[in-house]
């Protein structure tokens, strides 16, 4: 749904944030939330 779509571009654009030499999109959100989510929390 909107709520979760708009958590997963948060997410996005906070992991940008700190990779900036890593470019993030829907083909690879497994990755995203493989490193970032842990138990439906953001995780350092």
Same mark, same amino acid.
């Given at each position: 749904?909107? !709520?979760?779509?708009?958590?997963?571009? &948060? &997410? !996005? /654009?906070?992991? /940008? =944030? #700190?990779?900036?030499?890593?470019?993030?999109?829907? =083909? /690879?959100?497994?990755? +995203?939330?493989?490193? #970032?989510? #842990?138990?439906? =929390?953001? +995780?350092?």
């Amino acid at each position: 749904g909107m !709520i979760l779509d708009r958590d997963i571009n &948060s &997410s !996005i /654009n906070i992991f /940008n =944030k #700190h990779n900036k030499n890593k470019t993030l999109n829907y =083909k /690879n959100i497994n990755q +995203v939330t493989t490193l #970032h989510f #842990h138990f439906g =929390k953001l +995780v350092a």
